[in-house]
């Protein structure tokens, strides 16, 4: 609690709001390349559908039509800019992620060390990880039509005791994917030296939450639906509580990872271009 993860949370989300055309775009381009934009488009839209409602799926995609439009539209100059704002509007919700994490591990950039090669450092993690997400999305993907194509062959052949199997190894490759993704995130954004078998128990932590979380949130919204009472504006305020409540549950993630760490690994220490924070012992002397 001293680190104050709802005010974390709420700047994560507003961040997200702004970077989420990018990034979607980003994503299903890259990820398209390979395994077909039509099929990357749905796959991702059905993922916000199940978490976040239809309503939400529309508008999102609208965003994203709208955001290939404007490019298309634009000349070659034009294009070049509008590709720049993209990066940078798809990677500012990391880079500000970034600072969360380090909040968590009470580390903070260097400022003799520091400047606009670090800042540029972190945006190129955070592209990174954009194409790490495309990368695993396409892994998912194609797992999923594979196991999808071969449990209709087992239905015509076996019994459906076999299909109950595939659905056990489908939840376990997604939990996998997931926890790796998790696993990058603690690992490589905070400005600290952790250690990986540290990362490895608090990212399958994180993913466990995550997993309870995204069923509880999606059966919240369906039953309380909180964004009734914003009219037109209220998709914006379902994926800005999704986010809100999806980043908490990474903050306990890597808090406790860090825990793990400070009891099994004697801590992390700051990286080469980081220093202890003192502002944050400060916090929790006045808590």
Wanted: hydrophobic share 50%; glycine share 6%.
């Amino acid at each position: 609690m001293a680190k104050d993860p709802f005010r974390e949370s709420a700047v994560i989300a507003y961040y997200a709001i702004f970077s989420l055309p990018g990034l979607f775009v980003l994503i299903i381009t890259l990820a398209g390349y390979f395994f077909g934009r039509d099929a990357v488009n749905e796959h991702v839209l059905n993922q916000v559908s199940s978490a976040l409602g239809n309503d939400s799926a529309d508008q999102i995609y609208e965003i994203i039509q709208q955001q290939e439009s404007e490019t298309q539209k634009t000349s070659v100059w034009g294009a070049i800019v509008g590709i720049a704002t993209l990066l940078l509007g798809a990677t500012g919700v990391f880079a500000q992620f970034q600072k969360s994490l380090n909040n968590i591990w009470e580390v903070k950039p260097d400022k003799a060390k520091s400047g606009i090669v670090e800042l540029i450092k972190v945006r190129l993690f955070s592209f990174g990880l954009i194409v790490s997400i495309a990368f695993l999305l396409i892994i998912s993907l194609l797992i999923s039509t594979l196991l999808t194509a071969f449990g209709e062959w087992l239905s015509s052949k076996f019994s459906e005791s076999l299909l109950i199997l595939l659905k056990i190894l489908n939840f376990i490759i997604s939990f996998s994917i997931l926890t790796l993704l998790f696993a990058m995130m603690l690992k490589i954004f905070p400005d600290a030296k952790i250690k990986w078998k540290d990362v490895w128990i608090g990212s399958a932590l994180t993913t466990i939450l995550f997993i309870i979380g995204k069923y509880g949130l999606s059966l919240y919204f369906g039953k309380a639906n909180p964004a009734s009472a914003f009219g037109a504006a209220g998709s914006i305020i379902l994926i800005l509580l999704w986010v809100s409540y999806s980043s908490m549950i990474v903050f306990f993630g890597a808090e406790f990872t860090r825990q793990y760490a400070n009891i099994h690994s004697g801590g992390a220490a700051p990286s080469d271009h980081a220093v202890k924070d003192e502002r944050c012992k400060d916090k929790k002397e006045e808590m």
